[in-house]
C-alpha cells in the first residue's frame, strides 16, 4: 500500500534535503510535486488542496529558516499533517457498553464486508478475550448467510442459526434475546449490501439501526476504489450514525488514496485494514506508522508486532536455546524462511521497512524474487536430516540429489549454503555478544541492544 506515493515523496524529500536552505520558490516546487502525488494516489482534489494549504505556510514558517536542516523540517511538517489527516491516534472499538454490545457492518456488495465481519470477531476474541456472535441479515444475496456461518464454523465462531423466510427486523431481535441467553459479549451485524447505494438499502439499515442501537457502525470499503470509496462513506455518515472505517484490499492497493481522503470525507476515523484474505489479516490502523510507510520511513514496531504474533512458541524457544549455544542449523533457517511466508513473503516484510524503494529497486537489479523462499524451502526439504544439522558434508554427489528431489539446480544448492553460512556466522556473533561484529554486518547497534 501506498508503494507509487511513497516512490514520489522520496524523489521530492530528497532534492528538498540536499539544499543548505530553502526558499519559497524550492517549497512551492516540493508542494507542486506533493500535490501531484496526492492527486495521482487517488486522493480527492478537496483533501490534496487543503493538505498542501496547512503545509504551506508552516514550511514557509520561522522555524524552516532558523533550522540547520530545512529539508528535514519539512519533512516533518508534512509527517505530522499526514498524521493529522489519517487520524492522529489509532481509534480502538468501542466496547464501553452493557453486554450484548452490538457492532453493525454496513457496505457495498463486493466490499468485502462478510469476510471483515468475520476477521473482526477472531480479532475481538483473540485480542479482546470476548465472546462473541456473528449475525447475518443478508437475506437478498444467494448464500449470504451460509457464508457466514461457513466462516464461522471454519473459526470456532458463534453465529446465529439461519430460519428461512425471517426478515432482518425480526432477525436483529432474536439476535440479542439469543445473545443474552449464550452469554455473547458483542454481536456483529452483518447488513446487506448493494452494487450500488439505493434507498430501499439506506432505509433498511436505518430501521436495523433503530432496533440494535449499535455502539458502533463501521463501513467496509474496498480501499482499490480510491475516491468512490470516500464517496460511499459520505453516503453512509448521512444515513446512520457512522463510527468507523474498516479498508479492505489495502495489501493491492499501491496508490492509497482511499486511506487519505476517508477520514477527511467521512468525519470518522479508519480503524482497521484488511491485508489478505486469511482470517488473521486485519490490521489495526495506526496513522503514525502509515505516515511513517508513506515517507518511507518503514515501520518496524508493527513489523515487530506482526512477527510476534505469527511465531510458533516452541520454535522461539528452540531458536533461543540454539542461538546461545551459538548453533544455527539449515532446520532453524527453514524455520525463518516459513515464518517469512506467513508474514506475506519478501515484500510482505519489506513494506514494513525504512527506504523500501531503494531496496526494492536493488533487488530487482540482482534478481531476487518472491519464489526464492519458496524455492529455498524445497531445497532444505529435499536434504536428509543429517544434512540439514550438518551441511558441510554436503557434496557434489548430495548436491546433485537434492538439486533432483527439489526441482532446483546446483547453482542454487551453492547459492543457499552460501546464504546459510553467512547467516550462521551471523548468528555466532550474536551468541557472543558481539555488537560490533553486527555492525559490520550492517546492523545498527542500537537495533540489536533493543532486541536483545
Known amino acids: 500500500m501506498f508503494e507509487n506515493l511513497t516512490n514520489k515523496f522520496e524523489e521530492i524529500f530528497s532534492s528538498l534535503k540536499k539544499a543548505p536552505s ?9 508542494l507542486r510535486g506533493i500535490r501531484q502525488a496526492l492527486l495521482e494516489a487517488d486522493v480527492s482534489l478537496d483533501v490534496a488542496k487543503d493538505f498542501v494549504d496547512k503545509v504551506k505556510p508552516k514550511a514557509l514558517g520561522q522555524e524552516i529558516i532558523r533550522s540547520t536542516s530545512p529539508g528535514q523540517m519539512v519533512v516533518k511538517i508534512v509527517y505530522d499533517e499526514l498524521v493529522n489527516l489519517l487520524g492522529e491516534k489509532n481509534a480502538e472499538v468501542n466496547l464501553n457498553a452493557v453486554p450484548p454490545i452490538t457492532v453493525m457492518m454496513v457496505g457495498l456488495q463486493g466490499s468485502g464486508k462478510t469476510t471483515s ?22 437475506i437478498y444475496r444467494p448464500a449470504a448467510q451460509e457464508q457466514l456461518r461457513l466462516l464461522g464454523e471454519q473459526n470456532n465462531i458463534n453465529t446465529l442459526p439461519v430460519i428461512e423466510g425471517q426478515l432482518p427486523t425480526d432477525i436483529c431481535q432474536r439476535a440479542i434475546n439469543a445473545a443474552k441467553l449464550n452469554g ?11 452494487t450500488q447505494i439505493d434507498l430501499q438499502m439506506m432505509s433498511e439499515i436505518k430501521q436495523i439501526e433503530g432496533i440494535i442501537n449499535p455502539t458502533e457502525v463501521i463501513l467496509v470499503a474496498d480501499s482499490l476504489t480510491g475516491q468512490v470509496a470516500a464517496n460511499v462513506a459520505k453516503e453512509f455518515k ?50 503514525d506508522r502509515i505516515a511513517n510507510r508513506i515517507l518511507g520511513m518503514g515501520d518496524i514496531v508493527s513489523l515487530v508486532e506482526k512477527a510476534t504474533e505469527d511465531l510458533d512458541q516452541e520454535n522461539v524457544k528452540k531458536a533461543e536455546e540454539n542461538l546461545r549455544k551459538g548453533q544455527f542449523t539449515l532446520e532453524d533457517y527453514l524455520s525463518q524462511l516459513r515464518q517469512m511466508k506467513k508474514m506475506g513473503g519478501i515484500e510482505g516484510v519489506m513494506s514494513f521497512l525504512p527506504g523500501v524503494s531503494k531496496m526494492k529497486s536493488q533487488m530487482d537489479q540482482a534478481g531476487v524474487d518472491e519464489k526464492i523462499i519458496s524455492k529455498n524451502e524445497a531445497v532444505i526439504l529435499s536434504m536428509t536430516k543429517k544434512e540439514r544439522a550438518n551441511p558441510k ?45 553486527m555492525a559490520d554486518k550492517g546492523i545498527p547497534p542500537e537495533l540489536f541492544n533493543q532486541l536483545k
Open 393 to 437: 558434508i554436503i557434496d557434489g554427489s548430495r548436491k546433485k540429489r537434492i538439486a533432483n528431489g527439489s526441482g532446483t539446480d546446483i547453482a542454487t544448492i551453492n547459492k543457499l549454503l552460501k546464504q546459510f553460512k553467512m547467516m550462521s556466522e551471523m548468528m555466532k556473533k550474536m551468541s557472543k555478544g558481539n555488537i560490533k561484529g
Open 22 to 30: 530553502l526558499n519559497e520558490a524550492q517549497v512551492d516546487e516540493g
Open 117 to 138: 465481519t468475520a476477521k473482526l470477531a477472531s480479532y475481538l476474541e483473540k485480542n479482546k478475550k470476548k465472546k462473541v456472535m456473528m449475525v447475518s441479515l443478508d
Open 238 to 287: 448521512s444515513t446512520v450514525t457512522l463510527t468507523g472505517i474498516i479498508l479492505t484490499r489495502s495489501d493491492g492497493d499501491g496508490r492509497g488514496g482511499a486511506a487519505l481522503s476517508m477520514k477527511y470525507v467521512a468525519e470518522v476515523p479508519i480503524k482497521f485494514l484488511g491485508v489478505g484474505e486469511k482470517i488473521e489479516n486485519l490490521e489495526v490502523f495506526h496513522p
Open 184 to 194: 455473547s459479549d458483542v454481536i456483529l451485524f452483518d447488513t446487506a449490501g448493494r
